[in-house]
């Protein structure tokens, strides 16, 4: 095939309609009086070509599955992006005017409150991972024809996020994945490193593996013919790399420092629209986006139950994260729709155990774990996926962003951190996830799983899959017994009385480890004839408040909390937020609270006071008191 | 190539010997504890020797001396054949490597500061770079002096996205100082690194970075030495192909021996076939002095030569408070740096710049860089050093401000633009969940100015304390509510408004601590007084004050914070007020991921604002009333 050139009325109306962006965007940003209407306007040409001619999408249902996916990851340009959907029809024009208001979806970033919106942008240099995670699910698991565009700004280029996702994507020759760089020069308040060096941006794309042009992005022929060739291009992912100029068509504005967000003067914008609007020469020639090819199924939304029952009995030793990944080939068994990521740590967060199983189904990230939560979100947009993502939980803290603005995209992924505290022993404190409780705790959408055996780790993965929002499961590297019989029920938010009776004297609540330490404890002390209820909580987020204050009551307002954690944050802080006002009830906590270092576990659990002679000690404290 | 002088045959043989002692030691220690990376640490066993015994200059017996070349070993796992090194100088008895991971051991499986030759932690990957640029910017435009810094990675970690920002910084700063050692080894974790073996991939991004790029057979030590002793005009990597496992025939090359050891016999023989390579060489190798030419820095005892000069009544943000302050702290201290993420007209930091321009970083939009790089600015108590961005995005360099506390590191950090009021942007650039990641790092300081006078100081205290200094302004205006010569301390609360009458304590901080002072002028109306404090640090809490202010209120307490439930100052007083008797305790705060708004309606929805507090205050009345 070759190139053939729109004829000129397509070239003109694309021009036109690149300039009716730029005035709806300089519209909606004086209305809301804050925006950035010069970022917008370096990509009117961009943004025309690409939704009305390039693109191919349903303008009346955005999330159709076959559509062409666009994410916007300079998200500070949102007004263009709603310009696009006010000129394709999907929102009324009039509405563009409500940008940034309380009561209006038009957010001053784009959000998924907005149905062309699959994930939220305004954290830089964040969407090309979302693409690549589109367009790995587009070419591999949906085998579509459907393509994924990412509109990056020149500043955002200085995250290494970006880099990550670059070397991903032609690692996986995504050649159905475009990354169009909007070099406008300037940042926010100085210009970007590379300025104009476009040779720069080349060499950088070209050397991370893409077939990469530089084009003039106000030229709608040139970016219609490298958009055409890229479409033709195998086995690699495209960047075209558009030269342009912030506020670019803004007389006196084009160009200039200290313009970055902020709207056009009330009393220049009249004349800045009229200009404007005089170079717009057929108004009202409406372009329409082309069709997408059908070729994907809508997604099967029905819930993923194991098909078999854990497989554990009572009493057997396995570390959690062993059953994390003997659960999660299970629900891979279950449905087609599980697919699993990790970081390079496969063989420790046992990952590898579903990728044996599935290997069409797993995806090496290699360690870049900012990238690899941003393709796990990428795949599970409109819910094409139920994607797991495993590493050390320690270093999602590397991730903490891309988690945050997960929660503000609604999205559904499922992220797995193992090798969890002190208990992973002679490697040290820099493998340790000591925070990991206080980070997942404080995302709004999100539950937070700390399984404590096999069994409620099976299930803790198949209630993951099912939940909405972000889940978290905390695993742990030590070999620990079986607690729970094969056949015991687990719920969001309800906690297990592992240990009972009439006469207990202490609530202890623990996870993982320190469930273990716990029970320990309980023997220890039963033979002394102290008697000590043990609680795990299973969720920590949820927490379940009735069942811990309940118990709480029944031991005489005496609750014992330890967590391999760190106090700020974590298992105790969340107790004693759901005890609130409760009277009369007295709480020890028992977690880490200092930089660790390295040791054997058993060690490390005495020294940092959280293990079975800890909390017998603050058992028998709680007495002396 | 200028002036390149081949060494002799002596020195080769006796690096060589060397870098085969460093494998034989590696292999003995990982052995004798059963855990380590003994793979990871004989592919660079002759960049060790030759790093370590022909390139660097330094003065072995003095590690922490300002003009020592610096060394970062950014693939921290190869933590034994650092130790190696330091058995090899002398430091170090080979009996100490033998308990090394032992929990009586300073040599931890993974380098930290215990040890006086590491300067930073390491173990997380892919941040030995960022910290070694801020080192090299240190040394070239503050110190002006003549050390070199030296950062070994590893080849997986270069997939790390922070590699990358350091690296695009090097260049920018033309930091011809820095050198990286890029240990191609091939093999990752648990498959090999996603370009394998092809060296010429790596130099073709090293370059398109900005980079002088060399490629060499990782393993020959006349290759390196030429390498390391090339004139360098612009930062240079040093892309060494070498074979993981080198020296270990079942290991050479092979997967699965990732962070695996050999058994006691197999360690054995593999030694014993090491140890015949090491051929007879008198020639004992020491490592070159350094230039001395670093000036002397004194960081102890920063202080601001005068109180601040704001009026009660005036209004300014704290944000702006934070440049000014940091301006005015580096007019009497030359060693107080400043950096920023392309937001220094947000943050303020630009009045610092404006006045100080040498002492200011521009990192751009790379906040997992800036961390790193103002960690290494800090390193060996160069530099007093604040970094500032929106403190949602410190989010971003979660994992980096993690390791600065396992690096005992002293940095400040300051975060604008926290909470809803942020506004109209929403809620991608609303820090909700700053003091929840701050207060779980376990040397952090966490400041909550509520005006311009206590934030001046919260600048001042952070510059002479210890440990991870974070600094939370917010972007509206606030009344400066205190007198310019109030004393402030880290730790110490200030109990704003109160009468003998009160009924209720509000602790509010920031832009609530003003929504709480407006609600107690409001209730004041109605005969309903309330005590209101401003905890002034979040960490550690002033548990005192509070406790003995809510007892006189007669246990009642509410908490009302522009962050989310979890993990912030609610939390944080709910901790410290625990099992405290006869307490009433409420919450206001954030429930729900927000959306874009004016500040004032968005304060309203959420529930932090003046309204929703008094409303509080009169339901805790009348539910007490109505206990009776």
């Known amino acids: 095939m070759s190139y053939h050139k729109p004829d000129e009325k397509t070239l003109q109306a694309l021009k036109d309609i690149a300039n009716k962006l730029r005035i709806h965007s300089i519209k909606e940003t004086c209305a809301s009086n804050s925006g950035h209407p010069t970022s917008c306007c370096s990509a009117a040409e961009l943004m025309s070509v690409l939704f009305f001619h390039t693109m191919r999408y349903k303008a009346n249902d955005p999330r159709n599955p076959s559509n062409d996916r666009f994410i916007l990851s300079k998200g500070h340009a949102a007004p263009i992006l709603y310009a696009a959907w006010a000129e394709a029809g999907f929102i009324k024009e009039s509405e563009l005017l409500n940008l940034r208001k309380i009561d209006s979806d038009l957010e001053g970033h784009p959000t998924p409150k907005l149905a062309f919106v699959d994930v939220a942008t305004g954290s830089l240099g964040q969407g090309l991972g979302a693409a690549c995670g589109m367009a790995y699910t587009g070419k591999y698991f949906d085998k579509a024809s459907y393509r994924v565009y990412c509109m990056m700004g020149d500043g955002e280029c200085s995250e290494g996020s970006v880099w990550e996702a670059m070397a991903f994507a032609s690692y996986y020759k995504l050649d159905n994945l475009v990354a169009i760089l909007d070099v406008n020069r300037l940042g926010q308040s100085e210009a970007a490193p590379l300025q104009h060096n476009m040779d720069t941006y080349k060499e950088r794309c070209k050397a991370f593996g893409f077939n990469t042009y530089v084009v003039d992005g106000h030229d709608v022929e040139e970016l219609c013919k490298a958009l055409w060739h890229a479409e033709q291009t195998k086995g690699k992912p495209t960047a075209i790399v558009a030269k342009t100029f912030k506020g670019k068509g803004l007389k006196g504005i084009e160009d200039q420092d200290n313009w970055h967000g902020k709207p056009m003067p009330k009393d220049r914008a009249e004349e800045l629209i009229n200009d404007l609007l005089s170079q717009i020469q057929s108004p009202n020639k409406p372009l329409h986006p082309q069709l997408p090819n059908e070729d994907v199924a809508l997604a099967d939304l029905t819930p993923i139950r194991l098909l078999t029952a854990p497989e554990y009995k009572i009493g057997d030793k396995m570390s959690t994260r062993k059953a994390y990944g003997v659960a999660l080939k299970k629900m891979g068994d279950a449905s087609p729709r599980v697919v699993a990521m990790d970081g390079d740590t496969k063989n420790s967060t046992f990952s590898d155990i579903f990728k044996k199983a599935h290997p069409d189904r797993f995806i090496e990230c290699f360690i870049a774990e900012q990238n690899m939560v941003s393709v796990a979100i990428g795949c599970a947009t409109r819910d094409r996926t139920v994607s797991f993502a495993s590493a050390f939980a320690a270093f999602f803290a590397r991730a903490y962003d891309h988690i945050r603005m997960a929660a503000i995209s609604q999205s559904n992924v499922n992220l797995v951190g193992s090798h969890c505290g002190v208990s992973i022993g002679e490697d040290g404190p820099s493998q340790m996830a000591l925070e990991d409780l206080a980070m997942f705790r404080a995302i709004p959408t999100c539950t937070v799983f700390y399984p404590s055996d096999g069994v409620s780790t099976e299930r803790a993965v198949e209630l993951a899959a099912n939940t909405k929002g972000i889940c978290f499961i905390r695993t742990s590297r030590p070999d620990t017994a079986v607690i729970y019989d094969a056949g015991e029920k687990f719920e969001v938010g309800k906690a297990k009385v592992v240990r009972q009776s009439d006469k207990d004297q202490v609530t202890i609540i623990g996870a993982g480890v320190t469930l273990h330490e716990a029970l320990a404890a309980h023997d220890q002390l039963a033979k002394e004839g102290v008697n000590i209820r043990v609680i795990d909580p299973f969720t920590i987020k949820p927490l379940d408040a009735s069942t811990i204050v309940a118990s709480a009551r029944a031991t005489g307002g005496k609750v014992i909390t330890v967590e391999d954690h760190y106090k700020d944050g974590g298992l105790g802080e969340a107790v004693l937020s759901a005890l609130g006002e409760e009277p009369g009830i007295v709480v020890h906590r028992l977690a880490v609270s200092c930089v660790p270092r390295s040791g054997k576990p058993q060690e490390l659990l005495d020294m940092f006071g959280i293990s079975a002679k800890s909390i017998v000690a603050a058992v028998r404290r709680t007495f002396a008191n | ?628």
């Not at chain 2, 308990?99 to 009586?104: E, F, W």
């Not at chain 2, 030569?305 to 702006?320: L, R």
């Open chain 2, 1 to 628: 190539m200028e002036d390149y002088h081949k060494p002799d045959q002596q020195t080769v043989q006796a690096l060589r010997n060397i870098a085969n002692r460093l494998r034989i030691n590696s292999i003995k220690a990982t052995t004798a504890v059963g855990n380590g990376h003994p793979t990871s640490c004989c592919s660079v066993a002759e960049i060790m020797s030759v790093l370590f015994f022909h390139t660097m200059k330094y003065r072995p017996d003095d590690h922490k001396n300002p003009n020592n070349d610096r060394f970062i070993l950014s693939k921290g796992h190869a933590a034994p054949v650092l130790y190696s090194v330091w058995v090899e100088i002398g430091f170090l008895k080979e009996s100490e490597l033998m308990s090394m991971c032992q929990v009586d051991s300073t040599l931890e499986g993974h380098p930290t500061p215990k040890q006086q030759f590491v300067d930073v932690a390491t173990g997380s990957l892919g941040q030995g770079l960022g910290v070694a640029c801020g080192m090299a910017y240190t040394a070239k435009y503050f110190d002006k002096s003549s050390y070199h810094v030296y950062c070994l990675l590893g080849d997986g970690e270069m997939s790390e996205g922070a590699v990358w920002e350091a690296m695009a910084f090097a260049s920018y700063y033309q930091l011809d100082n820095l050198l990286a050692i890029l240990d191609i080894n091939r093999l990752g974790q648990s498959d090999p690194a996603p370009l394998q073996h092809h060296v010429e991939k790596y130099q073709r991004r090293c370059e398109a970075f900005g980079w002088h790029a060399i490629i060499v057979d990782g393993h020959s030590v006349e290759e390196l030495c030429k390498a390391m002793s090339q004139p360098r005009h612009q930062p240079t990597a040093i892309i060494a192909k070498t074979i993981k496992g080198k020296g270990i025939p079942v290991a050479e090359d092979k997967m699965g021996w990732h962070g695996k050891v050999l058994s006691k016999d197999m360690a054995e023989s593999v030694m014993r076939d090491i140890q015949s390579r090491i051929l007879n060489s008198n020639k004992r190798m020491y490592p070159a002095s350094p230039i001395e030419d670093a000036p002397p820095v004194s960081l102890r005892n920063v202080r601001m030569p005068s109180a601040p000069n704001y009026k009660p009544g005036e209004k300014i943000a704290t944000c702006k408070a934070y440049g000014m302050a940091v301006a005015k702290l580096g007019r009497y201290n030359e060693r107080v740096v400043a950096m920023d993420v392309d937001t220094k007209n947000f943050t303020c930091s630009e009045i610092f710049k404006n006045e100080h321009p040498n002492r200011f970083i521009e990192c751009y939009s790379a906040e997992q860089n800036m961390v790193s790089v103002a960690t290494g600015c800090a390193a060996r108590e160069r530099n007093i050093v604040f970094a500032s961005g929106l403190a949602t995005f410190f989010t971003r360099a979660y994992d980096q401000l993690r390791m600065a506390a396992i690096s005992d590191s002293n940095i400040n950090l300051c975060g604008s633009h926290c909470g809803l009021s942020d506004g109209e942007d929403g809620p991608a650039h609303m820090g909700l969940e700053d003091m929840a990641i701050f207060r779980a790092i376990p040397t952090a300081t966490i400041f909550y100015p509520s005006d311009a006078v206590s934030t001046e100081k919260a600048v001042e205290l952070a510059a002479n304390t210890k440990g991870v200094c974070y600094v939370r302004t917010t972007r509206p205006e606030t009344a400066i509510i205190y007198n310019s010569n109030e004393d402030f301390h880290v730790g110490q609360a200030k109990v704003v408004c109160q009468s003998k009458e009160d009924q209720v304590t509000v602790i509010g901080a920031g832009m609530t601590l003003h929504e709480a002072l407006a609600a107690a002028e409001q209730l004041k109306k109605e005969r309903i007084h309330i005590r209101v404090i401003d905890p002034f640090t979040i960490k550690p809490l002033d548990a005192k004050t509070i406790i003995d202010h809510v007892r006189s209120t007669r246990g009642r307490v509410i908490t009302v914070e522009d962050h989310y439930y979890e993990g912030g100052l609610g939390e944080a007083v709910c901790s410290a007020i625990v099992n405290e008797p006869g307490f009433t305790f409420q919450r206001l705060a954030v429930a729900h991921v927000p959306r874009s708004g004016k500040m004032s309606d968005l304060f309203k929805i959420y529930g932090i604002d003046r309204d929703s507090i008094a409303q509080l205050v009169r339901k805790m009345l009348s539910s007490s009333a109505n206990a009776k």
